[in-house]
């Protein structure tokens, strides 16, 4: 690896450094590295918008398999994430981010050639919807990277901005997806369409291949912006055993918990909006609302980072909670019930709101990692500079590494929330049962936040 795209020097903490070079190399990397997880975001969701054209393309399939296409590729990426949070310090956030983001070609391809044909098989399908997790695992290593750049004063925005902006990639899938795939943009070169009857009885055409193919350019962009425009910072090298350390750590359980209710709820909703609400409103073509849910939760992630930089991330995760609460109460509400069918417009709402709530808390808990790290590292070292130096690079590897580590599990919730959904409605007729669970799961999130991190005198104040 050429070494100039390796940085020997970095000290994002000196204002000098930071003001003469530290500013401009930090924001180079973060904005390829928000195309790069923009893309990992599209791939990762493309079957939360796939799924529910599969009947016109001429595929045959129960709700049953449609939810579990849906929930496989977040199962994958949270598995995958476990691994990728541990790569960047191993390989380099530079080459790491290329090879990744080069990945999504595979799924991307794949689904192209695979939605071609209606026969294809449905076990072809579970493939490259577990394929698609690879979109999911570039998000923990993209994270880790994207911390290491930025001073304690600026991550929380900094994060926020390659997660947030990262983030809009679930709903530019489920906005771009269902006009790109109504004409036949690569023409011959893209196969044929499959015609269909609409809701007025005229026959339309559609080509569900192009939800995989129109993202295979921009892939290749990113990739190539990844490897000839990124850097490696030397100091932030180590092994899986240096980062393993974090296993240990009480406060990296407990920040998985809390990211598994903000995040895993943002992605879980993501997944699971479009085919609940075919399910409970079947008069609604969801395709035209479900991007506006994951549009409000990433557009505002940003914010959270950047509130909690000025008031403190427990604080803010605290309330977070409080009103998930009442968000999903309120979705609860409006959904049918018996004789009662229930208002599409005020459930609709609820969900954006939800969405807005898990934006916020996503950036709010990733702006509590790193200095809860650094905190711990450096109340642990000796007082002399040379010490606080050492503690400084100790913590921001153990905040990288718990970053990563918590955006793998908290992924999980990809795979829970629309399988609960499908598991809930199977067996009581209605999704209630599992929103009742999620009350109680955001309950224990709100005892957590406030014990540890946000009642006076807490643990770790952050």
């Given amino acids: 690896m050429s070494s100039s795209y390796v940085i020997k020097r970095w000290e994002?903490?000196?204002?000098?450094?930071?003001?003469?070079?530290?500013?401009?190399?930090?924001?180079?990397?973060?904005?390829?590295?928000?195309?790069?997880?923009?893309?990992?975001?599209?791939?990762?969701?493309?079957?939360?918008?796939?799924?529910?054209?599969?009947?016109?393309?001429g595929f045959n399939f129960s709700k049953n398999q449609m939810f579990w296409l849906t929930a496989l590729p977040a199962l994958s990426g949270a598995t995958l994430r476990i691994f990728y949070s541990f790569l960047v310090p191993i390989f380099g956030g530079?080459?790491?981010?290329?090879?990744s983001t080069a990945s999504l070609l595979i799924p991307a391809l794949g689904m192209g050639f695979a939605l071609r044909d209606p026969t294809t098989s449905y076990p072809t399908l579970l493939a490259l919807a577990l394929l698609c997790g690879f979109g999911g695992g570039n998000f923990s290593s993209s994270m880790a990277n994207i911390s290491f750049f930025f001073p304690k004063s600026k991550k929380g925005l900094a994060t926020g901005l390659n997660a947030g902006?990262?983030?809009?990639?679930?709903?530019?899938?489920?906005?771009?997806?269902?006009?790109?795939?109504?004409?036949?943009?690569?023409?011959?070169?893209?196969?044929?369409?499959?015609?269909?009857?609409?809701?007025?009885?005229?026959?339309?055409?559609?080509?569900?291949q192009n939800?995989?193919?129109?993202?295979?350019?921009?892939?290749?962009?990113?990739?190539?912006?990844?490897?000839?425009?990124?850097?490696?910072i030397a100091d932030?090298?180590?092994?899986?055993?240096?980062?393993?350390?974090?296993?240990?750590?009480?406060?990296?359980?407990?920040?998985?918990?809390?990211?598994?209710?903000?995040?895993?709820?943002?992605?879980?909703?993501?997944?699971?909006?479009a085919l609940l609400t075919q399910s409970q409103f079947p008069n609604v073509n969801p395709t035209q609302y479900?991007?506006?849910?994951?549009?409000?939760?990433?557009?505002?992630r940003p914010v959270g980072g950047w509130v909690s930089d000025k008031v403190g991330g427990a604080?803010?995760?605290?309330?977070?909670?409080?009103?998930?609460?009442?968000?999903?109460?309120?979705?609860?509400?409006?959904?049918?019930?018996?004789?009662?069918?229930?208002?599409?417009?005020?459930?609709?709402?609820?969900?954006?709101?939800?969405?807005?709530?898990t934006g916020i808390g996503n950036g709010s808990?990733?702006?509590?990692?790193?200095?809860?790290?650094?905190?711990?590292?450096?109340?642990?070292?000796?007082?002399?500079?040379?010490?606080?130096?050492?503690?400084?690079?100790?913590?921001?590897?153990?905040?990288?590494?718990v970053l990563g580590f918590s955006g793998a599990i908290g992924a999980y919730g990809g795979f829970f929330i629309p399988k609960s959904f499908g598991t809930a409605i199977d067996l009581t007729g209605s999704p209630h049962a599992a929103l009742l669970c999620f009350i109680v799961f955001y309950t224990t999130c709100v005892l957590v936040t406030w014990w540890w991190y946000a009642r006076r005198n807490a643990p770790m104040p952050c």
């Fill in 236 to 273: 932030a090298k180590a092994s899986f055993a240096d980062q393993a350390v974090i296993f240990k750590r009480h406060h990296n359980w407990l920040m998985c918990w809390l990211y598994l209710g903000t995040f895993g709820s943002f992605i879980g909703f993501s997944a699971g909006l």
């Fill in 94 to 99: 530079r080459r790491w981010t290329a090879i």
């Fill in 315 to 357: 604080r803010v995760t605290l309330w977070t909670f409080v009103g998930m609460i009442f968000a999903v109460v309120g979705v609860m509400y409006f959904l049918p019930s018996g004789s009662n069918p229930g208002s599409f417009q005020g459930f609709l709402g609820m969900f954006i709101v939800l969405f807005a709530l």
């Fill in 365 to 401: 808990t990733f702006r509590m990692i790193p200095v809860i790290f650094f905190n711990e590292r450096q109340q642990a070292a000796s007082k002399d500079a040379a010490s606080q130096r050492q503690a400084m690079l100790d913590g921001g590897k153990e905040a990288a590494a």
């Fill in 165 to 208: 902006i990262g983030n809009l990639g679930v709903s530019v899938v489920q906005f771009v997806v269902p006009m790109v795939i109504s004409m036949s943009i690569f023409g011959l070169a893209g196969g044929e369409g499959h015609s269909f009857a609409g809701a007025d009885g005229v026959s339309k055409t559609i080509w569900l």
């Fill in 12 to 57: 994002p903490e000196q204002t000098a450094f930071w003001q003469e070079q530290g500013s401009r190399i930090a924001n180079r990397n973060l904005w390829i590295s928000i195309f790069a997880l923009m893309l990992a975001f599209i791939v990762w969701m493309l079957w939360s918008v796939v799924v529910v054209n599969l009947g016109k393309a």
């Fill in 290 to 300: 479900a991007f506006l849910g994951p549009l409000v939760g990433a557009a505002v």
């Fill in 211 to 232: 939800a995989g193919f129109v993202w295979v350019p921009l892939i290749i962009v990113s990739t190539l912006a990844a490897w000839f425009g990124m850097h490696d």
